[in-house]
Nanobody
Framework: QVQLVESGGGLVQAGGSLRLSCAASGSIRNIRPMAWYRQPPGKQRELVATITSDGTRDSRTYADSVKGRSTISRDNARNTVILQMNNLKPEDTAVYYC????????????WGQGTQVTVSS
């Protein structure tokens, strides 16, 4: 059993910052939190940022909508992935979900329960 627990969401004014954290627990051998998705009200879930490793260095990708304002990082010792979001905009309002994957076969995917981010104008 794998649990992904997100924290750090909340209500913030436009221009503010939030730090979302996702910690994996349970049977986490070979489980790597590696991405954040979000689902704005009335819209489909979309990818926000990913972080992967080739064993030497991390690679990061960002959605165009958050590029330059967000940073994804991870703490391998705590099996945690973090999304730092700055200069938040009302259009960043969404439920943010952590995504993890088993990095060896059968490559199961796992989702957190989501954390609400609301940005007021």
């Amino acid at each position: 059993q794998v649990q992904l627990v997100e924290s750090g969401g909340g209500l913030v004014q436009a221009g503010g910052s939030l730090r979302l954290s996702c910690a994996a627990s349970g049977s986490i051998r070979n489980i790597r939190p590696m991405a954040w998705y979000r689902q704005p009200p009335g819209k489909q879930r979309e990818l926000v940022a990913t972080i992967t490793s080739d064993g030497t260095r991390d690679s990061r990708t960002y959605a165009d909508s958050v590029k330059g304002r967000s940073t994804i990082s991870r703490d391998n010792a705590r099996n945690t992935v973090i999304l730092q979001m700055n200069n938040l905009k009302p259009e960043d309002t969404a439920v943010y979900y952590c995504y993890a994957k088993r990095v060896v076969a059968p490559f199961n995917a796992y989702w957190g329960q989501g954390t609400q981010v609301t940005v007021s104008s």
